[in-house]
């Protein structure tokens, strides 16, 4: 009866470690678990990461699994929903990591649910991309100001596309005078000013109005006449899409002429209607384009719509880098553990995915990749070029 109670005893203990240790079952199958806004206010974002998804995995196991360590493995995905609500995300990645068994975790996607569920998979200590969350929280230790080792994104965060836009005002559009106008209490518009500012300055460029203004204003003549007796080379407004038309058209009634710089918050149709002609002639810098000639993005393009019958949108795009990455990591790592599957993800180099290069830095989740930058030309969003970092 003791030898019973002991054996059992031990095969308890030993069960505690399963999950942090078993990785392949003995099918070959590698386990993998994803969280997305499937429901509830981000369902639509949600469509698109999951149709992502399911074609990622269906790529891979319709060419016979994905080969680690000489051996093809099957992919089994485990898709959760958060249902958009603030709280379940966090939870999920415990259930996905303790109940489903997983090596690695895709997603959330919006910020609200990527800063929590980032959280839980650090303290679990297993891998976690998110395809387009871009708050720096994400990636960031908030208690120890370091970056967190597990949590990777597959876009570019706020002051990483502060700095690129920076670099193309300064390389593609000659601009040595800058100014820019920006919701001062915005976490995400206040990144990318911030970052534009320090960047455009190392690189020999000079700030020369640096204008805010608070959520729900409607009125910016106080602030655009500061910028206009600037006389800058061009204006970045790195704000929500609803807040630019009225912003361009006081600026155009001041007399200021100077192109207008803006981000991906801008990629929404409802600007063109809005802002009409004032915002022709305009750039503003997006994770993914479908004009982009990058082979690797048009085989995208294609595959996703010939599989769902409309083209990708962003959420897409980046969904599929994220799997993509994971692909790459656990094919470098040789095998699926979550630890060598962390360790392989933070080394990736001259990464080419659908929205871009992508290359970790040393000691960070963030990485250094490119953007797809746009102009309003004949009032349409058109591709205008690849902006490298």
């Known amino acids: 009866m003791k030898k019973g109670w002991l054996l059992f005893s031990l ?45 990622a995995v269906k790529k891979v196991n319709d060419s016979g699994g994905l080969e680690v360590g000489g051996k093809k493995y099957k992919i089994l995905l485990t898709m959760l ?42 303290r679990i200590e297993i891998s976690l991309i998110t395809p387009r969350s871009t708050n720096p929280k994400t990636t960031l230790d908030t208690l120890t100001g370091q970056p967190k080792k597990y949590v990777f994104r597959a876009c570019l965060s706020d002051a990483g596309q502060g700095s690129l836009l920076a670099r193309f005002a300064l390389e593609k559009l000659g601009a040595k005078k800058a100014a820019a106008l920006y919701d001062a209490q915005a976490d995400y518009n206040r990144a990318i000013a911030e970052s534009f500012k320090q960047t455009f300055e190392a690189g020999g460029g000079q700030m020369v109005a640096f204008e805010t203004y608070a959520s ?12 206009k007796a600037a006389n800058p080379d061009l204006v970045l407004l790195p ?12 600026a155009h009634i001041l007399g200021i002429y100077a192109p207008f710089l803006g981000s991906d918050s801008w990629a929404n149709t409802e600007l063109l209607r809005r802002c009409g002609m004032d915002c022709e002639g305009s750039y503003f810098s997006t994770h993914f384009s479908t004009e982009d000639p990058s082979p690797v993005t048009q085989e995208f393009v294609a595959a996703y719509t010939a ?8 959420t897409a795009a980046l969904t599929d880098d994220a799997f993509k990455l994971l692909w790459r990591a656990l094919q470098a790592a040789g ?32 990485p250094l990749k490119s953007a797809s930058i746009m102009q309003i030309k ?7 070029a690849t902006a490298n970092p």
């Open 11 to 55: 095969l308890a203990i030993v069960s505690l470690f399963l999950p942090a240790c078993a990785a392949v079952s003995s099918s070959g199958v590698i386990k993998i678990g994803a969280i997305g806004e499937l429901t509830g206010s981000e369902a639509a974002l949600g469509a698109s990461f999951k149709n992502a998804a399911d074609l």
């Open 81 to 122: 929903d958060n249902a958009s609500m603030v709280g379940r995300s966090a939870a999920l990645v415990y259930k996905l990591y303790e109940q489903n068994n997983v090596v690695a975790i895709i997603g959330p996607n919006a910020d609200r649910f990527a800063i929590p569920a980032s959280e839980s998979a650090e």
């Open 216 to 227: 729900g204003d409607k009125h910016f003549s106080d602030q655009l006449t500061e910028i």
């Open 239 to 250: 704000n929500d899409y609803s807040d630019i038309p009225l912003q361009v058209q006081q």
């Open 307 to 314: 599989q769902y019958e409309s083209p990708p949108d962003e």
């Open 335 to 366: 095998v699926a553990d979550r630890q060598a599957i962390r360790d392989a993800l933070a080394k990736i180099s001259q990464f080419q995915g659908v929205t871009g290069s992508i290359q970790f830095q040393p000691g960070s989740g963030d």
């Open 378 to 384: 004949n009032g349409i969003f058109t591709f205008f």
